[in-house]
């Protein structure tokens, strides 16, 4: 049986109180709950070491939004992968729509983050997913299958298996428009096929590919129990500790019902 995950991803919100008290919130609700589902949270990089300290005993890991497609260097305003490991964050968000539109991003560029956050040791959350205009056009598949092969398909098996992929759909993120669990089984299903001709069977099993859009506590358990949906990316959902736990309590039903 695969364990759950859930994810997170706090966005540019949060004072440094706030962020404090939401972790420890979180923290002590975990402590007494002792799940098999994987707890990751990312929070603004500012108070990613917060976030390591508290983790140990806190029963989550923590992820970054973002890192630097470079090694180290002339970047200003850029951090890097190993910056990341130095803390002990053993995750990070590559690709996030918000980032792909907003600053530019394209596969090429998040390929290159891929590499380094492997390089270091730190797993890659790979995110994928069409616009509405590409769903309308009916082009959403040739977009994702765009998406994993120029931002993936250079790694190393040994590497990809290190690999998270959540499925966002762009028009679904922060819009409160879920996919139905129907849409997006048939695209988790999709990713996953393009895996296990590329990797393998094997890999493509192992592969985990979260869901993130809109997903909250009353779709969440639904969704979860898709065959091919492993857990969730959350956003808006994340930065509320009763809302959040909700959502990782209805990935742990999904989990041991499998
Ligand atoms: C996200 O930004 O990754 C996300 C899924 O946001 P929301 O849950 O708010 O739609």
């Known amino acids: 049986m695969k364990s759950k995950i859930v994810i997170g991803n706090w966005k540019m919100n949060k004072s ?4 404090e008290d939401l972790i420890t ?24 070491e917060l976030a390591t300290d508290h983790a140990p005993d806190g029963n989550f890991e923590c992820a970054a ?16 992968a190993s910056m990341l490991a130095d803390i002990d964050v053993e995750f990070c968000i590559v690709g996030h729509s918000e980032r792909r539109k907003y600053f530019n991003e394209t596969n090429e560029i998040l390929a290159e983050k891929v590499n380094r956050l492997t390089e270091v040791g730190l797993i890659p959350i790979y995110c994928c ?3 509405v205009e590409e769903r309308e056009a009916g082009v959403h598949f040739d977009v994702i299958e765009k998406q994993i092969k120029e931002g993936l ?21 922060g819009t409160g428009l879920t996919a139905t669990p129907q849409q997006a089984e048939e695209v ?22 979260l ?15 898709q065959p091919n949906i492993d857990g969730g990316l959350i956003g808006g959902a994340s930065l509320n500790t009763k809302e959040f736990i909700e959502i990782v309590e209805a990935a742990e039903t999904a989990g041991s019902d499998k």
């Open 188 to 209: 988790h299903l999709f990713i996953r096929s393009l895996i296990e001709k590329k990797y393998g069977t094997e890999a493509a099993y192992n592969l985990n590919i």
């Open 153 to 173: 398909f250079h790694l190393l098996p040994e590497s990809l298996e290190r690999v998270i992929v959540a499925y966002e759909p762009v028009w679904a993120i």
């Open 65 to 80: 939004q973002n890192c630097s497609q470079f090694n180290n260097g002339a970047y200003t305003g850029e951090v890097s």
């Open 25 to 48: 919130e979180i923290e002590e609700i975990l402590a007494d709950l002792n799940l098999s589902t994987l707890v990751v949270l990312a929070p603004p990089f500012p108070y990613l």
């Open 211 to 225: 869901y993130g859009g809109s997903c909250n506590p009353s779709n969440a358990l639904e969704l979860f129990t």
């Open 129 to 131: 997913g069409e616009t």
């Open 16 to 19: 440094f109180d706030e962020a």
